[in-house]
């Protein structure tokens, strides 16, 4: 398994419908890759000058949207995951909706 350092955080992207609305199918080729993903491990917290830890205020199995070129694509196990700071979360989705992208 793999442990963020600091203030990072392992991020599993959630994918999209492949269908519109109106049951187009979506090739994966004019697809764009989600801002929507679920965080799988994290670091300790940020680490202040006198060595003191803060922790972050997301948790393994939190439901987060981040920014569109946030993070870094890494793979693991054969997964492809993303690495990043907790600054480039933009918030945590509290509910089981869809946040739906503005048009």
């Known amino acids: 398994m793999f442990k963020p ?3 990072r955080v392992l991020v599993r992207r959630v994918e999209q ?3 519109t609305k109106g049951g187009i199918i ?5 697809k764009e890759k989600p801002m929507e993903g679920e965080i799988i491990a994290v670091g300790s917290g940020h680490k202040a000058e006198d060595g003191t830890a ?3 205020d997301v948790k393994a199995g939190d439901r987060v949207l ?3 070129w946030s993070g870094t694509e890494v793979t693991i196990d054969g997964e492809e995951l993303l690495i990043m700071k907790e600054s480039d979360i933009l ?3 509290e ?3 869809t946040v ?3 048009a």
């Open 26 to 30: 979506i090739p994966d080729t004019a």
């Open 5 to 7: 350092l600091h203030d």
């Open 91 to 93: 918030g945590v989705i």
């Open 100 to 102: 739906k992208k503005a």
């Open 17 to 19: 419908d492949e269908k």
């Open 54 to 56: 803060t922790p972050l």
């Open 95 to 97: 509910d089981t909706a």
């Open 66 to 68: 981040f920014g569109k």
